[in-house]
């Protein structure tokens, strides 16, 4: 039998796992393992500068292409608690990411030993499994579990917690002969789908609410197949954006308080069925239960079963992963199609989208300084189908989802439960690696591109190439417009007169200036004009430099975006509203007056 370190063992069971590359910073507790991912080669590491940004790294990596999983590496110690935020990230939004993280000597874990803390119980809550190896023979089974668990049912992270004495034991371990185990996925039967079926065809206007968990099962070929089999439009979650593409002619709109459209939410009101699949009813999307709700009957379709009837209570649940679920969910529907047993959906499909003609939001504004509306419409022209968009939270993440356009699975990657500031670097970073070959554009507002920016050199250093659109108001954009609810603006402003840069006036920190001493590119734009331009010169510059762009524009201090406070039929929309095709130039639709 081979002998080996456990350290040893580890990597080349992430090599059979399929793991190819990894994100970290190595530390004395962890140096073990390092040396052996070094030693075996075959997987490549891009060097984070803040563990907490690796662990972002990973999830934009997982979330690139079906199938990935991100591996975040960190000694002991803080390196632990500095990636917690993006365990829950990942697990908030089902995402599957492994955290190894180094620990103190067995022997010493429980004697205040430098950096030596009970990781384990803190990541417990978050995530799917969290485990401090005290047994080095252990090592491959723990590691062998650990992709078990990420891969089988609501997939999730999971944390391996290595003593430095366990990683430098020697074990026996072959390699040659290590299988992964297979993932168990609870599968919709017949009956249920059949069942799911007949309440949908009983409906007059039912809507299919698409959520992540189809992304997850990488079933959104299926979900479009079915919506077309029976004619039902689609509302996909902002997690599920991109299932089917933005000018689908079964597209609905997104509902919600806040990353809504207009004809979206109208159209959900109007609606008496609604079947959800691979979904969680975030509140967020669905506001109030009752105005949600009320006048409509509910099948929802998840891959968890505690997860129906958590949120409230639907007609009908089925535990399903997602693409065992739309694959008897065609089946069925492609026999009713050829008995003729299905409903003509024609003139409330043509419903939907009337109302995405009429129910519009103005873009084009020519104010100086800029309205953020104008950068969604210059986004739009800048910035093909083959985009992929990676954003946050805050005003700019709102503006964007409810006025950039998304064509594609995997194009519109989002943290969504968890919504950490500082996320959008490292996410984009991670995608990016994941996907060279693809346009990635990030969305931030100043304050989320702020916390973690030094994450800008990793770009430069592994030359990452990606563009970043900052949108600059010198506030806590967000915040701010929650805090008109208390009537108060109170620490949520940013300016100050900056004594490098004065000619910023009261836009307080020189992103261009931290940007290049970083090692990127930056352009500020000033006048709406300029937007197009610069984003043309940005993908240049990204092209030629292979490393982040970032396209910095400089917005009017105050904005409020369109959302509800808890009512999807009370959306405030505070701009003013399109009244003319020229002020929605880039909509999905010609706006129908």
């Known amino acids: 039998m081979p002998r080996m370190t456990a350290a040893r063992a580890a990597v080349?069971?992430?090599?059979?796992?399929?793991?190819?590359?990894?994100?970290?910073v190595p530390g004395a507790a962890i140096n073990p393992f390092y040396a052996a991912l070094k030693a075996a080669g075959g997987i490549d590491h891009t060097l984070a500068r803040h563990v907490e940004g690796a662990s972002h790294m990973a999830e934009g990596y997982t979330r690139t292409h079906p199938g990935n999983i991100g591996v975040c590496i960190g000694t002991s110690g803080p390196a632990g608690t500095d990636m917690i935020t993006g365990l829950y990230s990942a697990t908030g939004d089902s995402i599957p990411i492994l955290c190894i993280t180094g620990q103190a000597p067995v022997a010493v874990m429980q004697k205040e030993d430098f950096q030596a803390v009970d990781i384990a119980a803190i990541a417990g809550p978050v995530t799917k499994a969290a485990t401090t190896v005290t047994e080095a023979a252990q090592v491959p089974g723990v590691f062998q579990q650990a992709f078990h668990l990420m891969r089988s049912g609501r997939p999730g992270p999971v944390l391996i917690d290595l003593p430095i004495d366990v990683q430098m034991t020697e074990i026996d371990f072959d390699p040659e002969t290590y299988e992964p185990l297979p993932a168990f996925k609870p599968a919709a039967t017949r009956a249920q789908i059949e069942k799911a079926l007949a309440l949908l065809n009983a409906a007059e206007r039912p809507l299919i609410v698409a959520g992540g968990g189809i992304i997850n099962a990488d079933a959104c070929e299926l979900l479009v197949e079915f919506a077309e089999l029976t004619g039902v439009p689609v509302v996909p979650t902002l997690m599920g954006w991109g299932i089917l593409p933005d000018d689908h002619e079964l597209n609905a709109g997104m509902v919600g308080l806040q990353t809504s459209h207009r004809y979206g939410n109208a159209t959900l009101l109007a609606s008496d069925f609604v079947l959800g699949i691979g979904n969680r009813w975030a509140n967020r999307h669905t506001g109030k239960l009752d105005v949600y709700t009320e006048g409509r009957t509910f099948v929802h379709v998840d891959i968890e079963p505690t997860q129906i009837g958590k949120i409230f209570a639907p007609d009908y649940g089925i535990a399903s992963d997602a693409r065992a679920a739309l694959e008897l969910f065609v089946e069925v529907a492609r026999e009713q199609q050829?008995?003729?047993a299905l409903p003509d959906r024609g003139a409330w499909a043509a419903a939907t989208q009337e109302r995405r003609a009429r129910l519009q939001r103005r873009?084009?504004?020519?104010?100086?300084?800029?309205?953020?509306?104008?950068?969604?419409q210059e986004m739009n022209k800048a910035f093909g189908p083959d985009t992929r968009y990676v954003t946050t939270i805050g005003l700019s993440q709102i503006a964007g989802a409810q006025l950039l356009h998304v064509y594609k699975p995997r194009h519109w990657i989002n943290c969504g439960q968890a919504g950490p500031l500082g996320w959008t670097i490292p996410a984009a970073l991670g995608v990016a690696t994941a996907d060279p070959d693809t346009p990635v554009v990030a969305l931030s507002g100043d304050y989320d591109f702020q916390f973690m920016i030094e994450e800008l050199a990793v770009g430069a250093q592994h030359r990452i190439p990606y563009v970043h659109v900052l949108v600059n108001n010198a506030y806590l954009g967000l915040i701010r417009q929650a805090q008109r609810n208390f009537d108060i603006d109170f620490q949520v402003n940013l300016e100050f007169e900056n004594i490098n840069t004065p000619e910023l006036g009261v836009y307080g920190v020189d992103h261009v200036k931290v940007a290049?001493?970083?090692?990127?590119?930056?352009?500020?734009?000033?006048?709406?004009?300029?937007?197009l331009p610069a984003f043309e010169e940005a993908k240049k510059l990204a092209a030629e430099h292979r490393v982040p762009v970032v396209v910095e524009a400089i917005l009017e201090r105050i904005t409020n975006i369109s959302m509800a406070g808890a009512e999807i039929d009370k959306v405030n929309e505070w701009e003013e509203l399109a009244t003319e095709p020229g002020h929605a130039p880039t909509a999905i639709q010609p706006l129908k007056v």
């Open 363 to 376: 873009t084009h504004f020519d104010n100086v300084p800029i309205k953020p509306q104008r950068v969604y």
């Open 338 to 340: 050829a008995a003729g």
């Open 516 to 531: 290049e001493g970083l090692g990127c590119k930056a352009i500020r734009v000033t006048e709406p004009e300029q937007l």
């Open 12 to 24: 080349e069971i992430l090599k059979r796992e399929g793991i190819s590359h990894a994100f970290g």
